[in-house]
């Protein structure tokens, strides 16, 4: 008969070691506090989302394959590029994760790995930068017919009506509108990409 001191123990589980690079990368990117890291994943993100349709991931599903460090399949998914950064899901997150701010992370990783499907996103988000940098403000009229005209130029006619009607109704402006104080806005925004361009340079 066996004696309780015979027993030996069952061996230990192995322990599972979560490698949170890849979701810490995306924090320390993410311009001020991301809170990714608080996410549990409840889903409300998706489901105020008015672009989850065409996503190829919710945002609820990009942050668990974040968390599981899917990188390419993350850098390579459509939904940063879809977001219209109406911040539906920012204001309903019970955990208050920054989820637009995560997106455009995301973005100018995509464009770094060059691991985005869509050519052209990159291109209208420059344009877009561009715009915002010289008039301080969006200016749609002027990003549309650009980005159509470059990338889908048979597209046009098809996008006329809809201007038009915009035009009509006040809701977009045919000529560009500055804002007052540019030149404080360029101050600022060329002083933010000193500190980017420190932040990633290298320590000797
Ligand atoms: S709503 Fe917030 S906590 Fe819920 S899944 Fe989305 S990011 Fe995570
Ligand atoms: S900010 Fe982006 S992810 Fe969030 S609800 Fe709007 S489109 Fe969807």
Request: glycine share 4%.
């Amino acid at each position: 008969m066996a004696l309780a001191t015979d027993i030996k123990p069952p061996p230990s589980a192995p322990k599972l070691i979560e490698d949170l690079t890849f979701l810490n990368e995306v924090v320390e990117r993410t311009a001020g506090v991301s809170r990714l890291e608080m996410c549990i994943q409840c889903g409300t993100c998706g489901g105020s989302c008015p672009s989850a349709a065409d996503m190829d991931h919710t945002p609820r599903m990009l942050f668990a394959m974040i968390r599981a460090g899917m990188r390419q399949a993350v850098l390579m998914s459509n939904t940063p590029w879809i977001c219209v950064s109406c911040y539906h899901c920012v204001v309903r997150c019970p955990q208050n994760v920054h989820i637009a701010d995560v997106m455009y992370t995301l973005k100018s990783m995509a464009i770094e790995a060059k691991l985005y499907r869509d050519s052209t996103a990159p291109d209208f988000s420059k344009t877009f930068v561009d715009m915002v940098e010289e008039y301080g403000r969006s200016y749609e009229f002027g990003l549309a017919t650009r980005h159509y005209l470059k990338h889908f130029p048979l597209r046009l006619p098809g996008m006329s009506p809809m201007a038009l009607g915009m035009l009509t109704k006040e809701r977009m402006s045919i000529r560009p509108k500055r804002i007052k104080n540019i030149k404080q806005l360029k101050a600022i925004l060329q002083r933010a990409k000193e500190l980017d361009v420190k932040a990633q340079r290298p320590v000797a």
